[in-house]
């Protein structure tokens, strides 16, 4: 560059030219390039390539967003399921434990059917697990 803003451009290997800084668009790489041609079209080039990666990431992240969404609806029906049933446990369970405490607190008749029920479970779980035992050996 020149002290009156003047650059030299080489346009062919043993040629050189002198362009006045008011001619002068762009430079790239110690190639002068036009406003009307060259500038523009590596600008447009550029640009369409950059919208290209742009909109592959807004694609992909809107792909992801939607695998989300799909994703949370399952887990909300699934949940939504779950509480259900334990409100139908819990109700099953409560009446249950109502049941029991009242079979305790009435009187003798029921200590006795207590105690076959408390032997009962005992032989139950005894046989379960000597039946368990022999089909793992």
């Known amino acids: 560059m020149f002290g009156d803003g003047s650059v030299i451009s080489r346009t062919a290997p043993t040629n050189i030219t002198f362009v006045p800084r008011s001619r002068l668009s762009a ?3 110690g190639v002068v390039l036009g ?6 079209q590596m600008l447009d080039t550029e640009n369409q390539r950059a919208t290209e990666v742009l909109s592959s990431k807004v694609s992909r992240l809107k792909s992801f967003a939607l695998e989300i969404d799909k994703e ?5 029906q ?7 049933e334990f409100m139908s446990v819990t109700g099953l369970l409560s009446g249950s434990v109502k049941r029991f405490s009242s079979m305790v607190r009435s009187g ?18 005894l046989v379960l697990y000597y039946l368990v035992w022999r089909v793992r050996t």
């Open 27 to 29: 430079c790239v790489d």
């Open 35 to 40: 406003v009307t041609g060259g500038v523009e």
């Open 72 to 76: 949370t609806e399952e887990h909300n």
């Open 78 to 84: 699934y949940l939504d399921g779950m509480d259900s």
């Open 108 to 125: 003798r008749d029921n200590r006795r059917l207590m105690c076959y029920l408390v032997a009962g479970l005992v032989l139950s779980f």
